[in-house]
């Protein structure tokens, strides 16, 4: 199983990408990009696309009814209750993890995936 997760994860880092007009492996980007002074972090950022839903939910929930005068019964209002509740504090929604290359003056930064990351760090400590 575990050979399998390695040709796997060999594939995509060497299919090719188009990085500024080059055609170079995923394998060879990063080692550009490390090159570049760039560094690999791992961000734990808000995830806003579920804020996002949840207002555009209640939105269209009080076009219809008006939470606090309509039965609290019928199952809409019920819902726009609990969002109501839901969304008093951002506490109530999840996070969501982004690994990114940035620049080491933090001008820019340039997301890549997990694996991406991994090969970062990896080849980050071999140059130690």
Known sequence: MENALVVKRNKFLDSQVNYRGVVLTRRAMIALLL???????????????????????????????????????????????????????????NTKIEYVLRSADDSSELNITKTEYDLALTINQGSK
């Open 35 to 93: 090159n570049e002074g760039r560094k690999p972090i791992k961000e734990t950022i808000f995830n806003l696309n579920e804020f996002n839903k949840a207002t555009e939910r209640l939105a269209f929930i009080n076009k219809r009814y008006y939470i606090g005068l309509s039965n609290p019964n019928i199952p809409e209002v019920k819902e726009g209750i609990a969002l109501k509740e839901r969304l008093s504090d951002r506490k109530n929604f």
